[in-house]
């Protein structure tokens, strides 16, 4: 690649890499910005609304409790009392109520035995006892979860208490709550939330009960994104990048509703909580742009002042390649490339001088080239007799018979032992019986690390040479895990005779022999 053309690449790519990162730097920075800025907007307003809905559902235990605890509720359940009267009260009550609360758009006033027997609807009668409304409702003030009322076939909300005549359990009292009326309100209100945001509560089994700003009907019948809360963390807001029921990847921020099994989610889309970093891209990439139009104009500028005197050097010196040797190619510039071309004529003319002096030196060298081959020879003729010598070293070594007793060798195994060595072994041992006529021969491989089938069928070898010549073997010091891995291979080791130690080999041979009367000490 020319100079040139390397200058104005390393002045582009740096302008490139210098932009690229500073607006990967900025966009990470702001989307972090952005995002903290958002989730912090939708946890006040999932806080201020969560708020909102828990002091409606206490004012709805509230307003319950306080009718179960009135005068109508606890005639309406002594039978003691005349009937006639008794309903004509409690219709007065509920009608009073009703009008009085427009949230509520039913009331039912259940026996000990879960039997309606007043309502404001054509329900008198019928058996509630194995309701939770109704089972839950005997203990306390209960709320249960947002249905589709059979009768009125509105989104409600019911709410029981218990009521007590002379301190006993007598009926139950059951409030149906409109959910239209306040909570859909608050779930439904989106000040601020923009363009893609919305607010919704999800039940326990994780559908939607109030009113989606972009599904129709989705109440009890959209399944909300899951959305996880651990007990321990049932009064945090929880914030996450997550995708929604709709797919839509959304900043969300939830919290338990206390005392309900429900959860309360506000999220936004995360291109619209993200939206100005592409303003911000769109600027960074106009200004890359235009450096980068900048930088092209000084790069090219530069790489005219620095190449223009190398190519002139670059001439000089192939003029010097071509033949003319007197050439100079030194400048009068006062900078870097002034003094490359005046050190390139220093340097040129002590090559020429080196040449005459390498022409004067080469006319010895081949008188040099034979006394060094001469002397190689004579060393490699004295590293052949010593790896003779050392060869009958490592024979005799591989292989130490030693006469331990009159009539008794011992060939002690140290190391490997392969099919070279066994050769060795077994012509040493065989020449040294017959040598000495020895009655038994002590194989000790105490030194030997690993023995598997192939050496003890070569050790067998051994025994029967040895026994062919009229001598007694004797295998010793075996290895624990040695003789684990023979029994494991089913080795056949009948033919060899064994004893723990050389000690005890020893000892076993001098009974053989007779070398001794006595017992050597252990």
């Not at 070293?393 to 060595?421: C, F, K, T, Y």
Request: glycine share 8%; charged share 25%.
């Amino acid at each position: 690649m020319k100079i040139r053309l390397k200058i104005f690449a390393i002045v582009i790519a740096l302008i490139a890499v210098t932009g690229v990162t500073t607006i990967v730097v900025n966009q990470s920075v702001a989307e972090n910005m952005l995002e903290t800025e958002a989730y912090l907007h939708l946890e006040t307003t999932v806080q201020s609304r969560a708020d909102h809905i828990e002091t409606v559902l206490k004012g709805y235990g509230v307003l319950t409790e306080t009718l179960a605890a009135g005068n109508p509720c606890k005639d309406m359940v002594d039978e003691s009392k005349d009937y006639a009267e008794r309903m004509k009260q409690i219709n007065r009550r509920i009608n009073n109520t009703m009008d009085a609360h427009n949230e509520i758009s039913r009331i039912r006033v259940l026996n000990e035995n879960g039997t309606v027997i007043a309502s404001s609807h054509a329900d008198v009668g019928l058996d509630r006892e194995t309701d939770d409304i109704f089972s839950k409702g005997k203990n306390g003030v209960y709320i249960g979860d947002l249905h589709i009322s059979r009768f009125t076939g509105s989104t409600v909300l019911s709410a029981s208490a218990p009521i007590l005549v002379n301190g006993e359990f007598a009926g139950v009292l059951v409030v149906n709550f409109d959910a239209e009326q306040k909570l859909f309100e608050i779930a439904t209100e989106r000040t601020g939330l923009g363009k893609t945001g919305e607010i919704y509560l999800v039940n326990g089994d994780g559908y939607m009960i109030t009113p989606s700003r972009f599904v129709e009907g989705a109440v009890l019948e959209t399944k909300a994104s899951e959305i996880i809360h651990h007990p321990e963390d049932a009064c945090d807001n929880t914030a996450a990048m997550t995708t929604n029921y709709q797919g839509t990847s959304v900043l969300q921020v939830h919290k338990h509703i206390d005392g309900m099994d429900w959860v309360l989610a506000a999220e936004m889309s995360e291109e619209e909580a993200l939206a100005p970093v592409a303003g911000l891209t769109r600027v960074a990439l106009f200004t890359i742009i235009t450096l980068l139009l900048v930088g092209t104009i000084v790069a090219i500028a530069i790489s005219g002042n620095i190449t223009e005197p190398l190519i002139r050097l670059r001439k000089g010196v192939e003029a010097i390649e071509a033949g003319d040797q007197d050439r100079r190619v030194g400048t009068d510039a006062e900078d870097e490339l002034g003094d490359l071309s005046r050190s390139f004529d220093r340097v040129f003319g002590e090559i020429k001088e080196s040449r005459v002096e390498l022409e004067e030196y080469s006319t010895n060298l081949e008188s040099q080239v034979e006394e060094r081959t001469r002397k190689l020879a004579e060393s490699e003729e004295y590293l052949k007799e010593l790896v003779d010598k050392l060869s009958i070293s490592q024979e005799s070594l591989s292989a130490p018979v030693v006469a331990v007793w009159d009539g008794i060798l011992a060939l002690p195994l140290i190391g490997m032992i392969d099919e070279n060595r066994i050769a060795t072994i077994m012509e040493t041992l065989l020449s040294e019986i017959t040598r000495t006529q020895s009655d038994v021969v002590i194989l000790d491989v105490t030194g030997v690390h690993e023995i598997d089938t192939y050496v003890t069928s070569q050790l067998i070898k051994i025994v029967r040479a040895a026994q062919l010549l009229g001598a007694t073997c004797i295998v010793t010091g075996v290895r624990p895990e040695s003789a684990h891995t023979l029994v494991d291979l089913g080795v056949d080791v009948s033919e060899l005779l064994t004893r723990r130690t050389l000690q005890e080999g020893i000892r076993y041979a001098l009974k053989i022999t007779g070398g001794l009367t006595r017992e050597l000490p252990d």
